[in-house]
């Protein structure tokens, strides 16, 4: 039981290129989040999901797009990377949106880096 | 005004000493509420949900305050593992989303 594992962990960029992230969970559930965090700002929500098929948009879903095929995958993509995307990024994933229970299972994060 | 508030900190205590946060949120809808932990370049981890009667895990406790609309985490006899930032999350009130505080930062020295 692997939980929720992120590729790559790192990456370098540069400004104008296209990277794909992918995010993979083995415990079946249903909602995933993509979130960046920069130093001072928190975590901001890029994209979500809440099953397999669907996609909506966070916080700050400019310059991403996202796509979920299966439910356990949930890719973002970068189509033409801006030093402003410069940041960390963490998948996460949870049973369902609305319960007390609902605690989300991160993964460990790509650090990115747009030159 | 945003919808999950905490001081940023950081909270600069002494090992033993006992600390507190608060949480404010501005939703009075919300429904469920947690402490994350996160340790320095690593993922948050959930340290604990916060329950209406309030809940204890060994040195941690969590209390909800609806009227007033925040939740508190007490830490008590501070370890220097206990360094980390603690964030906040509440979900609920209408959406399916939760929203995470910008994290409060601990640091225990000696």
């Known amino acids: 039981n692997a939980g929720v594992t992120q590729t790559p962990k790192f990456r370098v960029l540069k400004t104008g290129q296209s990277m794909t992230l992918l995010c993979a969970q083995d415990?079946?559930?249903?909602?995933m989040y993509w979130y960046r965090q920069d130093p001072g700002m928190g975590l901001r929500l890029i994209h979500y999901?809440?099953?397999?098929?669907?996609?909506a948009k966070g916080e700050v879903p400019d310059g991403y797009n996202v796509s979920r095929l299966k439910k356990q995958n949930f890719l973002l993509g970068l189509e033409s990377a801006a030093p402003s995307q410069t940041s960390v990024y963490f998948c996460?994933?949870?049973?369902?949106?609305?319960?007390?229970?609902?605690?989300?299972?991160f993964g460990p994060g790509t650090r990115l880096t747009v030159l | 005004r945003k919808e999950v508030e905490q001081d940023p900190g950081p909270f600069n205590v002494p090992e033993g000493a006992t600390v507190a946060f608060n949480c404010t949120y501005s939703?009075?809808?919300?429904?469920?509420f947690f402490w994350y932990r996160q340790d320095c370049r690593k993922e948050p981890k959930l340290l604990m949900s916060?329950?209406?009667s309030g809940n204890e895990d060994g040195r941690f406790t969590a209390q909800l305050n609806r009227a007033s609309q925040y939740i508190s985490l007490l830490i008590r006899d501070s370890k220097l593992s206990d360094s980390a930032t603690y964030l906040c999350?509440?979900?609920?009130?209408?959406?399916?989303?939760?929203?995470f505080g910008r994290g409060t930062s601990l640091i225990v020295h000696p």
């Open positions: 916060v329950y209406s």
């Open positions: 415990m079946n559930h249903e909602y």
């Open positions: 939703n009075s809808a919300s429904q469920s």
């Open positions: 999901s809440v099953g397999e098929g669907t996609t």
């Open positions: 996460a994933s949870s049973s369902t949106g609305t319960s007390a229970y609902n605690e989300q299972f």
């Open positions: 999350v509440v979900n609920g009130g209408g959406s399916y989303i939760p929203t």
